[in-house]
């Protein structure tokens, strides 16, 4: 599993173990009103088919999302596309 980490920040893949805490963040409006194409909550086999799209990209192209150690904070979607733009997604 691909981990990045500093002194301040640890991201890694997201596993099945996520699932749980993902399908509750995805279905918080306050959440979704940024991260959905619609703006509204994910139902939960929703939260499921995302979860599964980020990780199947990490198996088919070698690159994707990184979760964010500790509490989920949706913060850590764009991680990846983040250091991309600042050059450093081939860390």
């Known amino acids: 599993m691909l981990t990045l980490e500093t002194d301040r920040l640890r991201l ?3 596993t099945l173990e996520d699932f749980e805490a993902f399908a509750a963040m995805s279905a918080e409006p306050e ?3 940024f991260t959905t ?7 939960r086999s929703d939260a499921w088919r995302s979860l599964c799209v980020q990780v ?8 994707g999302m ?3 150690r500790g509490t989920i904070e949706w913060r850590s979607r764009g991680s990846y596309w983040t250091l991309a733009a600042r050059g450093l997604a081939g860390i």
Do not use: E, I, N, Y
């Open 12 to 14: 890694r893949m997201w």
């Open 31 to 33: 959440v979704t009103r």
């Open 37 to 43: 194409a619609d703006g509204k909550p994910l139902s």
């Open 56 to 63: 199947g990209h990490w198996h088919l192209r070698g690159f």
């Open 66 to 68: 990184f979760r964010r």
